[in-house]
Structure formats: structure tokens, C-alpha cells
């Protein structure tokens, strides 16, 4: 099993968009493809309240690629990202980091 950690920076007054994406679209398309969601998070203190950080899970690194690529090609989520963005483009930032488990993670 791999994770792979994303943070999201949004736009100033995006956030809320984003966050409305994935609750009513994002979430049930990575599960289609593959994709484990694990977890999601908004930061409650900290530098930045226009972020979006959360975790993904896979089987294996290749699996990650294909659920990725068929993610992307997916009509329906090209669909979604036009009409999120009617209004502006909502990210300015994404961070990601795959994450192996070490031998003693409680999380494999």
C-alpha cells in the first residue's frame, strides 16, 4: 500500500468551491477509478486558511498511475473541472508526496 499526500492552495474565496467539488463530485470519481480517500482536511490554525490537504491510498505505485490516468481522461470529471472553473481558476498551488510506510507504521 502507498499514500499520496496533496495540498491544495486556493485562491483567496476559493476554497469553498473547491471543497464543494470534491464533496459532490471529486470523492465519488477517485473511488470509481481506484483511488482509497482516506482523508480530508481544512487548517483550523496555521499560515493559510485557503488550504485543502488530504489523503489518497493505492495498492501499488503502478496502480496509482492507471487509476490517475483514467481519472483525468474521464469525461465526466472534464466535465466538472469546466464548470468548477466558470468563475476563475480555484488552485494556485498543489503539493503532493508519495508516502511508503515504514515497517512499524500502524498504517500499512
Not at 470523492?27 to 480517500?37: P, Q
Not at 474521464?74 to 515504514?102: A, C, F, M, Y
Request: with cysteine; net charge neutral; hydrophobic share 30%.
Amino acid at each position: 500500500m502507498i499514500y499520496e499526500l496533496r495540498i491544495y492552495e486556493c485562491f483567496a474565496g476559493k476554497l469553498e468551491n473547491l471543497n464543494s467539488r470534491f464533496r459532490n463530485h471529486t470523492l465519488k470519481l477517485f473511488e470509481k477509478h481506484g483511488i482509497t480517500n482516506v482523508g480530508y482536511w481544512v487548517n483550523d490554525v496555521g499560515p493559510s486558511n485557503n488550504t485543502l490537504t488530504y489523503l489518497l491510498s493505492y495498492p501499488s505505485h503502478d496502480a496509482r498511475v492507471e487509476s490517475w490516468k483514467n481519472f483525468r481522461n474521464d469525461p465526466e470529471w472534464e466535465k466538472v473541472v469546466e464548470e468548477s472553473h466558470r468563475d476563475g481558476i480555484i488552485v494556485k498551488n498543489v503539493h503532493n508526496q508519495l508516502l511508503n510506510p515504514t515497517d512499524y507504521s500502524p498504517l500499512k
